[in-house]
């Protein structure tokens, strides 16, 4: 059973970065893509990254591309979301999910929201001078 917890968020200025964590309470993430999404206020929930836990082979949306950085971390079974010269508009609540691993191998499934099983509670990045 996958149990997720994000952590990490907060409160920078532009410019700043920010490293968000995606842990697997329930087990391994072993045969699942873990993707995050970001949600501002009023807005649908948008693909932001996702990570082949067993292929280790990542995307991104292109807005991000350059700047964030998404990584696994085997020993502690969690994923990492590095988020670099951050701007105004990455603000929103940031959720981890998990889709199967089949999702990888449809384009249109892995910056699918309705494709993931699971998600984690979110947590607040707020960027702002």
């Known amino acids: 059973q996958v149990h997720l917890v994000e952590s990490g968020g907060g409160l920078v200025q532009p410019g700043d970065s920010l490293r968000l964590s995606c842990s697997n309470s329930?087990?391994?993430?072993?045969?699942?893509?873990i993707g995050w999404f970001r949600q501002a206020p009023g807005e649908e929930r948008d693909f932001v990254s996702v990570?082949?836990?067993?292929?280790?082979?990542?995307a991104y949306t292109n807005s991000v591309k350059g700047r964030f950085i998404i990584s696994r971390d085997n020993a502690e079974n969690t994923v990492h979301l590095q988020m670099l010269n951050l701007k105004p508009e990455d603000t929103g609540v940031y959720y981890c999910?998990?889709?199967?691993?089949?999702?990888?191998?449809?384009?249109?499934?892995?910056?699918?929201?309705?494709?993931?099983?699971?998600w984690g509670q979110g947590t607040q990045v707020t960027v702002s001078s």
């Open positions: 329930g087990g391994s993430f072993s045969d699942y893509v």
């Open positions: 990570i082949s836990w067993n292929l280790g082979s990542t």
């Open positions: 999910a998990t889709g199967p691993q089949s999702n990888w191998y449809v384009p249109a499934a892995i910056g699918d929201a309705s494709t993931y099983n699971t």
